[in-house]
C-alpha cells in the first residue's frame, strides 16, 4: 500500500460516523418546526394569501417528516442493542433506565417550561392551539412519559414522540430479550431479523390502519422495524446474499402495506430506510463550514424538537399582539419564531440537556450507592 493509500484509509478513519444521519435529523427538525408554525397559527392564517400553497403543504405533508426520526431511532436502537442482530438481551431492565434517564429529563424540563410559557402567551392571545391550565396528574403523567395513554392533555405539539420513542425502545428489548429466551443456546441468527419483519408486517397490515393505536408502540413499529433491518442490511461484514435477503424482508411487507392501504408516511419510511443502508455507516468529513452546519443542526434537532411549540406560541402572540396583521409582517413573524427556535433550542441543548445527561447518571449512581438504613 502506497503511503498516500495509508494517508487516506487514516483521514476516513479518523472523519466522524452518521454524518448524513445528521443531515436527515437536522432538515427533519426544521420541517416538523415549520409544520407547526403553518398547522397551529394564528401568524399563519394571515400569511395563507401570501404563500397558500407552501402553507396547505407545511400545514399537511409536512408532518411526515416525523418518519425520518423513527427510522432513524430503529437504526440506532439496532446499533446499540444487537449490532449483529443476534437474539438476547443480558440486562434489559438497565437499557430501559438508561434510554428513560436520556429522554425523560431534558424532555420534563421542557414540559415545565412549556407550563409556564403557555399562559404568558395567553396574556396576548386567545388560540385553540392553547392547552389549559397545568394539572399535577398531567405533569406527573408526562414525567413517566405516559401522557398519551392515559388520556392527558399534551403540553407541547412534540410531547407525543417523545413517549412514543420510549414505548418503540421498550419494545425492542422486550423482542430481544424474549428472542434469546427462545433460542436458549442456539445461535439462530436469524432469529431476530425474522422477528422485526413480523413486527412490520403486522404494524403495517393491522395497527397502522386504525388510528385509536395512535398513542402505543405497534402504531409505529413498522417505519421502526425498517430501520434496525436497515443497520443489519449495512452491516459491511454480511454477505451480499444476506443484504439482498434482509433488504427483501424490508421491502415485502411495504409494499403489501402501500397496495392495501398508500400511506405516504410508509412510503417515505421506506425510501430513508434505503438511504440509511447506502449512507447511514458513512464517515463524513469533520470540517467545512456546511458539515459543521449540519452537525450542529443534528446535534440540538432533539431540543428544538422539545422547546419549539412553547417559543413558537409566545412569538404568535407578540406578533399578533403587537405587530400589523398583513401577510408580509406575519410572514416575518413565522421566520422569528423558527429563527427562536433555533436559538432555544440550542441553548437549551448545551444548558440543560447536556448537563442532565451528565448529572443524572451520577446521582442514580450515588443513590445506588448509598447503604440501606433499618
Given at each position: 500500500?502506497?503511503?498516500?493509500?495509508?494517508?487516506?484509509?487514516?483521514?476516513?478513519?479518523?472523519?466522524?460516523?452518521?454524518?448524513?444521519?445528521?443531515?436527515?435529523?437536522?432538515?427533519?427538525?426544521?420541517?416538523?418546526?415549520?409544520?407547526?408554525l403553518?398547522?397551529?397559527?394564528?401568524?399563519?392564517?394571515?400569511?395563507?394569501?401570501?404563500?397558500p400553497?407552501?402553507?396547505?403543504?407545511?400545514?399537511?405533508?409536512?408532518?411526515?417528516?416525523?418518519?425520518?426520526?423513527?427510522?432513524?431511532?430503529?437504526?440506532?436502537?439496532?446499533?446499540?442493542?444487537?449490532?449483529?442482530?443476534?437474539?438476547?438481551?443480558?440486562?434489559?431492565?438497565?437499557?430501559?433506565?438508561?434510554?428513560?434517564?436520556?429522554?425523560?429529563?431534558?424532555?420534563?424540563?421542557?414540559?415545565?417550561?412549556?407550563?409556564?410559557?403557555?399562559?404568558?402567551?395567553?396574556?396576548?392571545?386567545?388560540?385553540?392551539?392553547?392547552?389549559?391550565?397545568?394539572?399535577?396528574?398531567?405533569?406527573?403523567?408526562?414525567?413517566?412519559?405516559?401522557?398519551?395513554?392515559?388520556?392527558y392533555?399534551?403540553?407541547?405539539?412534540?410531547?407525543?414522540?417523545?413517549?412514543?420513542?420510549?414505548?418503540?425502545?421498550?419494545?425492542?428489548?422486550?423482542?430481544?430479550?424474549?428472542?434469546?429466551?427462545?433460542?436458549g443456546?442456539?445461535?439462530?441468527?436469524?432469529?431476530?431479523p425474522?422477528?422485526?419483519?413480523?413486527?412490520?408486517?403486522?404494524?403495517?397490515?393491522?395497527?397502522?390502519?386504525?388510528?385509536?393505536?395512535?398513542?402505543?408502540?405497534?402504531?409505529?413499529?413498522?417505519?421502526?422495524g425498517?430501520?434496525?433491518?436497515a443497520?443489519?442490511?449495512?452491516?459491511?461484514?454480511?454477505k451480499?446474499?444476506?443484504?439482498?435477503?434482509?433488504?427483501?424482508?424490508?421491502?415485502?411487507?411495504?409494499?403489501?402495506?402501500?397496495?392495501i392501504?398508500?400511506?405516504s408516511?410508509?412510503?417515505?419510511?421506506?425510501?430513508?430506510?434505503?438511504?440509511?443502508?447506502?449512507?447511514?455507516?458513512a464517515?463524513?468529513?469533520?470540517?467545512?463550514?456546511?458539515?459543521?452546519?449540519?452537525?450542529?443542526?443534528?446535534?440540538?434537532?432533539?431540543?428544538?424538537?422539545?422547546?419549539?411549540?412553547?417559543?413558537?406560541?409566545?412569538?404568535?402572540?407578540?406578533?399578533?399582539?403587537?405587530?400589523?396583521?398583513?401577510?408580509?409582517?406575519?410572514?416575518?413573524?413565522?421566520?422569528?419564531?423558527?429563527?427562536?427556535?433555533?436559538?432555544?433550542?440550542?441553548?437549551?441543548?448545551?444548558?440543560?440537556?447536556?448537563?442532565?445527561?451528565?448529572?443524572?447518571?451520577?446521582?442514580?449512581?450515588?443513590l445506588?450507592a448509598r447503604?440501606v438504613?433499618?
Amino acid at each position: 500500500m502506497t503511503a498516500a493509500a495509508v494517508v487516506s484509509q487514516a483521514d476516513l478513519a479518523n472523519r466522524p460516523q452518521f454524518g448524513w444521519i445528521n443531515g436527515l435529523k437536522a432538515g427533519a427538525a426544521q420541517l416538523i418546526v415549520l409544520h407547526h408554525l403553518a398547522f397551529y397559527g394564528p401568524m399563519s392564517d394571515y400569511v395563507q394569501p401570501l404563500w397558500p400553497a407552501l402553507l396547505d403543504w407545511l400545514g399537511g405533508s409536512a408532518r411526515i417528516a416525523v418518519q425520518v426520526f423513527l427510522v432513524i431511532g430503529g437504526f440506532l436502537a439496532a446499533k446499540s442493542l444487537s449490532p449483529a442482530g443476534r437474539a438476547g438481551m443480558a440486562a434489559p431492565l438497565q437499557a430501559v433506565w438508561r434510554r428513560y434517564a436520556k429522554l425523560a429529563p431534558p424532555f420534563l424540563a421542557a414540559t415545565l417550561l412549556a407550563a409556564v410559557l403557555t399562559p404568558v402567551a395567553g396574556i396576548w392571545m386567545l388560540h385553540d392551539s392553547m392547552s389549559a391550565a397545568v394539572t399535577l396528574g398531567q405533569l406527573s403523567a408526562h414525567a413517566l412519559l405516559l401522557h398519551g395513554v392515559l388520556g392527558y392533555e399534551s403540553l407541547s405539539a412534540g410531547a407525543w414522540y417523545v413517549a412514543i420513542d420510549f414505548q418503540l425502545y421498550l419494545l425492542t428489548v422486550l423482542l430481544l430479550w424474549l428472542a434469546g429466551r427462545l433460542a436458549g443456546r442456539r445461535a439462530l441468527p436469524w432469529l431476530m431479523p425474522l422477528a422485526v419483519t413480523a413486527g412490520i408486517t403486522l404494524s403495517l397490515l393491522y395497527f397502522n390502519l386504525d388510528a385509536d393505536w395512535d398513542d402505543w408502540a405497534p402504531y409505529f413499529f413498522g417505519s421502526y422495524g425498517l430501520g434496525m433491518l436497515a443497520w443489519w442490511a449495512s452491516d459491511p461484514v454480511r454477505k451480499p446474499g444476506a443484504m439482498t435477503a434482509l433488504m427483501g424482508m424490508m421491502a415485502l411487507p411495504v409494499l403489501l402495506g402501500l397496495a392495501i392501504d398508500y400511506r405516504s408516511r410508509i412510503a417515505l419510511a421506506l425510501i430513508v430506510a434505503c438511504a440509511l443502508i447506502l449512507f447511514g455507516r458513512a464517515r463524513t468529513l469533520s470540517h467545512g463550514r456546511a458539515w459543521n452546519i449540519v452537525n450542529a443542526l443534528g446535534r440540538i434537532s432533539y431540543a428544538v424538537f422539545l422547546v419549539h411549540f412553547p417559543v413558537s406560541l409566545l412569538v404568535n402572540a407578540l406578533f399578533t399582539a403587537y405587530v400589523p396583521l398583513e401577510p408580509a409582517w406575519q410572514a416575518l413573524g413565522m421566520l422569528t419564531a423558527w429563527s427562536a427556535s433555533l436559538a432555544a433550542g440550542a441553548a437549551f441543548h448545551r444548558w440543560v440537556e447536556v448537563p442532565l445527561g451528565r448529572i443524572v447518571p451520577l446521582v442514580v449512581a450515588h443513590l445506588r450507592a448509598r447503604p440501606v438504613l433499618g
